[in-house]
């Protein structure tokens, strides 16, 4: 079985999600989908699609303002949430701490979080990569996690780039997650694969070694990509 997430992020209405799950619903498939939508369409009556949140707040509850807790998404209807999106990182200068925290919110109100790591360019061009995903893994999986995460790698250089990492970088990170996740005794853990995602390429990656899904940001928003990506699946 697979796992084909799509991230909406801000896009996307709840006339879009109705449309977009009509289509989906109409698939013959055993694979898992999940839609990670904005907040506000999360209630949507969606049939046997998924629906998960794309950021939870790392407190429990209180004063913070603008933030949604792990309770009030579990509320709304998320059974998944991403954390440590490469965007969260960049534009809200999110670390692997936080992202423990937020995972840990996550698991305590019983939301599967979608861990993602990934390294930028500039750490790739430095030889960083692989010390960034291996340390991504470790500080950002939570001691609580008992079996329910899901990790995506996520090379950040090569989101919404149109440009993907050969085949083999991506076996390579894939085989470092899966081994770092052993040594966490957490090896049931699904690893998926995002960044520039389609119709085209999705069938190859996730035959690869240690991929079992796809984590799908531009892709996701139209049915007809989104469907070519879950018919894809070898
Ligand atoms: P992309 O985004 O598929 O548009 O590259 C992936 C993601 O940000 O999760």
Known sequence: MKIIAGNWKMNGSKQALKEMTAELNKIDTDNAIILCVPFTMLGAETGKINLGAQDISNHEKG????????????????????????????????????????????????????????????????????????????????NNSNGHIIIAYEPRWAIGAGITPTHEEIEQAHSLIAKTLHSLELDETPILYGASVNGLNAGDIMSLNNVDGVLVGGASLKPDDFISIITSIK
């Open 63 to 142: 004063a913070y303002t603008g933030e949604i807790s792990g309770a009030m998404l579990k509320e709304a209807g998320a059974k998944y949430v991403i954390v440590g999106h490469s965007e969260r990182r960049q534009y809200h200068n999110e670390d692997n701490d936080i992202v423990r925290q937020k995972a840990e919110m996550a698991i305590q109100n019983g939301i599967i979080p979608i861990i993602c790591v990934g390294e930028t360019m500039e750490e790739k061009q430095a030889g960083k990569a692989m010390e960034i995903i291996e340390s991504g893994v470790k500080e950002s999986v939570p």
